[in-house]
């Protein structure tokens, strides 16, 4: 059973697509339920995923297919169509094909980083990538990581991108970084540096801003590039 805002959210983004062949934004979706922030159209629509009417597609942000409506919608003859990102995202005006680079080199990809909810430290490579030597920082050392999560959407680094990263222990506030969290979790975040605390600032409405002690966090790298598969 559906509360009357999962309703309400369902028959909004139905009724959209039925009417206009264009799916709503999530922030049409805040206003059309009055919701004060985005954070609260996140969770509607994981409560829909979980109940099955909806399906999160992968690799690509916001992107969700209707797979069922309820008794009281279905008036029969609906078929599941994705509703928001059903083609990939347009590439970047500044990307750069790999293989048109004025040259490249092979990193390696050290595992996965949550973009989400830290996951175990990664500290083994999986394989190499190419990557144009024009994304690389002068000097010092780089490493590639898969992204896992949605924490950094709004950053533009989706599930499945590949992030490069420059080696270092320090960074200014407001550059994404991968950070240690006391010694065990990795996760990729902006920093912000307030007094003897660290902020890691999510780029995503649905994820709450985490702070730790100093101590606690440890700075393995800047963000200097992302490589994405279309």
């Known amino acids: 059973m559906l509360t009357r805002k999962q309703l ?16 709503p934004s999530f922030d049409e979706m805040k206003e059309a339920l009055d919701l004060r922030s985005k954070s ?27 797979i069922k409506l309820p008794d009281s919608m279905d008036k029969g003859g609906f078929t599941p169509r994705v509703i928001e990102g059903s ?61 896992k999560g949605d924490s950094m959407i709004d ?19 407001g550059e994404i970084v991968v ?11 902006r920093l912000r540096k307030r007094g003897s605390a660290i902020a890691l600032e999510a780029a995503n409405d649905a994820y709450e801003t985490r702070v730790y002690r100093d101590d606690q966090v440890k700075v393995q790298g800047r963000l200097v590039g992302l490589i994405r598969t279309y």
């Open 155 to 173: 950053a533009g680094i989706n599930d499945g991108d590949i992030v490069v990263i420059h080696e270092q222990s320090d960074a200014n506030n």
């Open 87 to 147: 083609a990939p995202a347009p590439a970047p005006r500044e990307a750069l094909p790999v293989e048109t680079a004025s040259h490249s080199l092979e990193l390696p990809v050290m595992g996965r980083i949550a973009a989400g909810t830290p996951i175990e430290a990664i500290q083994e490579p999986s394989h190499n990538v190419a990557v144009p030597g024009e994304m690389l920082a002068n000097g010092g050392k780089h490493y590639a990581l898969e992204v």
């Open 40 to 66: 609260g159209i996140h969770r509607l629509i994981t409560a829909l995923e979980e109940r099955g009417f909806i399906r999160r597609l992968p690799h690509r942000a916001r992107a969700l297919e209707i």
């Open 179 to 189: 950070a240690l969290v006391e010694g065990q979790e990795a996760t990729l975040k």
């Open 8 to 23: 309400d959210l369902l028959e909004f983004i139905h009724s959209r697509m039925e009417k206009e062949g264009v799916p």
